[in-house]
């Protein structure tokens, strides 16, 4: 049987099997198309559809030997799972940089994978990873993030999700809501250049970590222009 993936997924096969776009599996009669496509490497979140021998079919379908399967990638935007998105251990900075456009995005540096698995079903959340095994767990609602670098790892979510972006509404520390606070209350925690200078400022509702948007203003415009000019 073989599998057939499109140019984007490539990446996702053996360096051998990428230039052809597809890799030989041995004939199983009890796999599903489900499972031949995870066998070849692909996790069920790249998965848009899927064609047995040229015809559209279900992941619970099942392949005579010597069956084309191919995949289709997923169409971009898709919806983000309501509850918002969670973050694997190793996208800290990609979480901050979520954070700063006002997405909910959960994180911490010790959660282990069956409980990131875990709390991305019960809290219906988008589980952001760049590990592929994660996201092989059955019932994972996620994606594979790409790009090595932070800004093109949050490029690459916002084109994958296009989610509605409110700069400046969440704390990047703790990701909590920021609320509007008096400059009186703040004053004694700026440094004399940012009292001279800004009026404006929020607060962490949970860390109280205190914003003003002169600090951040640059840093968004950057980070959203970067992000949505396609050719980067
Ligand atoms: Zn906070």
């Not at 996702?12 to 070849?40: I, M, Q, S, Y």
């Not at 392949?63 to 084309?68: C, E, K, L, T, W």
């Not at 860390?207 to 002169?214: A, D, E, I, K, N």
Request: charged share 30%.
């Amino acid at each position: 049987m073989t599998v057939r993936v499109p140019e984007e997924l490539a990446f996702l096969l053996p360096p051998r099997d990428r230039p052809a776009r597809a890799r030989r599996l041995r004939a199983d009669p009890d796999a599903t198309l489900g499972h031949l496509v995870r066998a070849a490497g692909v996790p069920p979140t790249e998965v848009g559809g899927l064609r047995l021998d040229g015809r559209p079919a279900g992941r619970s379908a099942r392949a005579a030997p010597g069956g084309v399967v191919d995949v289709l990638a997923v169409a971009r935007p898709e919806p983000a799972a309501p509850g918002g998105f969670l973050l694997d251990v190793g996208l800290g900075a990609l979480a901050r940089r979520l954070r700063l456009l006002g997405l909910d995005a959960a994180w911490s540096n010790d959660a282990g994978d069956a409980e990131l698995a875990a709390r991305a079903r019960d809290e219906q959340r988008t589980l952001l990873t760049q590990d592929r095994g994660l996201l092989m767990r059955r019932g994972v609602r996620g994606a594979l993030v790409r790009g090595a670098r932070p800004d093109d790892q949050l490029a690459d979510v916002l084109d994958r999700f296009a989610p509605a972006l409110a700069p400046l509404t969440r704390c990047t520390a703790c990701g909590a809501h920021l609320t509007p606070v008096a400059k009186a209350e703040v004053a004694d925690r700026l440094p004399a250049g940012t009292r001279r200078t800004y009026d404006d400022f929020s607060r962490c509702t949970a860390c109280g970590r205190v914003y003003w948007r002169g600090a951040h203003a640059a840093r968004i415009d950057r980070l959203v222009r970067r992000a949505r000019r396609p050719d980067r």
